[in-house]
């Protein structure tokens, strides 16, 4: 996780193909969605949706009320909820894999339904982990970032999915990294402090960054095992 345009998909990609390389058994669902077609991404979402109305309500009605408490309505808590549920669909599945990357998870989720200043990152991260009592346990990455360089990362994109993305002016983009840094910086410090995470610190360097990276797996591959 990390601010927008801090090279969490990229350097997940680049680790993951590295990793199958050497045998291991690897699947990225949330890279793999969100680089499909933009027709294809909200059909997927729509159907995931859907899917856990009927079949997962009570989860449905309780992840609602907090995207609720949130200050979101109508399409804006649609496309609110449709994230955060196709990351409680991940964490739910028992995937047969070695390693899931999730260059986007729940974390990131609870940091995009904190920016209307009604309930923390913390908080919300607290409210659905206890809708998944049987989630898989993670390590978490974070990828810190210079806020130019994100910046200039994001001006290079071709999409504009992210909501800094959206912004035309460079002094609003400043403006909303600074309040997306200011809740991962306190997500971090009340809830997570150094346990299960590794820092990486993202440079124009991508071959340094994905090495980085790449240890940070392999260290908690190694851990596993022991």
């Not at 109508?74 to 070695?98: C, E, L």
Request: hydrophobic share 35%; aromatic share 8%; net charge positive.
């Amino acid at each position: 996780y990390g601010l927008p345009g801090s090279g969490k998909s990229t350097l997940s990609h680049i680790v993951a193909e590295r990793l199958r390389s050497e045998g291991y058994s690897v699947e990225e669902p949330s890279y793999n969605i969100d680089h499909q077609q933009a027709l294809l991404k909200r059909i997927r979402k729509i159907a995931t949706c859907g899917y856990w109305f009927v079949f997962h309500h009570d989860q449905y009605r309780r992840t609602s009320e907090i995207v609720k408490q949130n200050g979101y309505h109508g399409i804006t808590a649609f496309k609110q909820m449709a994230n955060v549920i196709q990351k409680m669909r991940i964490y739910n599945n028992k995937i047969s894999a070695d390693i899931i990357f999730m260059d986007q998870g729940l974390i990131q989720a609870c940091v995009s339904l904190s920016m209307n200043g009604m309930l923390s990152a913390k908080d919300n991260y607290e409210r659905l982990l206890c809708l998944m009592p049987n989630a898989a346990k993670a390590t978490r990455i974070y990828v810190e970032v210079p806020d130019e360089l994100a910046i200039d990362r994001m001006n290079k994109r071709v999409t504009n999915d992210s909501r800094v993305e959206k912004l035309k002016e460079h002094a609003a983009k400043v403006e909303m990294l600074r309040q997306i840094r200011e809740e991962i910086v306190s997500f971090r410090e009340q809830c997570l402090g150094n346990r299960n995470e590794h820092i990486i610190l993202s440079s124009n360097n991508l071959t340094d960054d994905a090495d980085n990276t790449y240890n940070a797996i392999k260290e908690f591959l190694t851990d596993r095992k022991e």
